[in-house]
């Protein structure tokens, strides 16, 4: 679904049997795109990209941290041809295609404001061809620079406007579980993307409705089956992604989970309780996310009945059913839980399970940048910086009550 895989007639040991990424890599600088392109790195990692469909665009600096500048390098010259380009011929080596997915940083400026850029412009030129699903990864709460609201603002406005669904990653919660979950006392940034990746892969991963679907293969889940289940109205955009188990490669073998006291009872109370991190899990916490709800109290449903059982399509998923601990828009016509499922095993997994959720708690938290923007604006804060780019306070006026729908959005659930 995600490579292109070579036929089996040229396969042998070297780097041309090993399958390609559909994607496109976009960057302002050639080193960040030279290093996903250098073979060791393919070797390792056991898929490659083709260098046709990389990009790198401006004077090779980067963005200088400033969505705006990011964002205008879209519009310079013919860069807009040259990515639409590559996308075009992407999207052209498909027998079939329903969905994009841009993954880029929420601030920085060439992620967030070229990354915006992008989507709008896939948007415009190839909605009728699928559905288009951000991911995008939160900074660090310091440490960085001092403009990451203005940017992670800038980008949840123009993405709400844009995107079809927007996975919200979080660098800081993915340090803890790291630390916590894979027990790395210093992680690094590849540490990082990697429990980052077992994440997302474990929401992409191919998996089914039921069982006879799964058996003859047809309409495996993908991006559009989850976007369109998980934003069934578009005031609400933001996902988040739940993945148990977090635990060490070494322990893998060496682990048997359970479903239901397990990885679906693990999985509930994270959601029940806000929990982001497998390790932090707060058993005695009832349901938090009360606080950000008026709605009145749903009281939880009884445990599901204890039964052993290794067949995936036996595993009672009802306590999601009932929908407490999800905050989800009233207008979903259907159950707010669909599960899908699958036998084939996901890395060495014994047993794990991802949850994808629209949730108030966790759309509130990136939203909250959003908040942290609007103050340093009061201040006046850095602004020249993206004035002297072309943002203006009809863009700002703009950003703001982009952004404050969609709080008063989520707040309401
Ligand atoms: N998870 C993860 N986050 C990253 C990685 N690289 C950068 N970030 C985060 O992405 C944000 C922006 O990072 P940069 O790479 O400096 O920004 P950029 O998008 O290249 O933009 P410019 O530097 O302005 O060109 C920061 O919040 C970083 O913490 C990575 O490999 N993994
Ligand atoms: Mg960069």
Known sequence: MYFRVPSSSTSSSTLSSTPTGRAVLIDTEPKVINKCLDSKNQKLRNFKYDPRSAC??????GAGNNWARGNSLFNVGRVREEILDKIRREIERNDRLSSFHIISSLAGGTGSGLGCAVTSGVKDSFSSKGLCMNTVVSPFSSGEVIVQDYNAALTLASLLRSSDGIVVMDNEVAVR????GWRIERPKMDDVNRVMAEGLGGALKESYASKSDEASRVRPHGIPTLVSHCVPHPS????SILHVPTMPRESVEFTRDTWEGGVVGRLRQMSRTGCEVEQEIKWGVKEEMQKFSPSPHKSPPAPPPTRRTDDVWEVPTSPFDSGFGYVYPPQNPSSPFACHRTYSKYRSFDKHGTLIQNSSLPALKALGRVEGAMRKHEAGAYLWQY???????????????????????????
């Open 177 to 180: 579980k790291c630390k916590k």
């Open 56 to 61: 790198c665009v401006g004077d090779g600096g």
């Open 236 to 239: 609400y955009k933001l996902l």
């Open 387 to 413: 004035e002297r780019e072309g943002v203006g306070e009809g863009e700002w006026e703009e950003v703001w009550n982009t952004g404050t729908e969609a709080l008063g959005n989520y707040r309401r659930l």
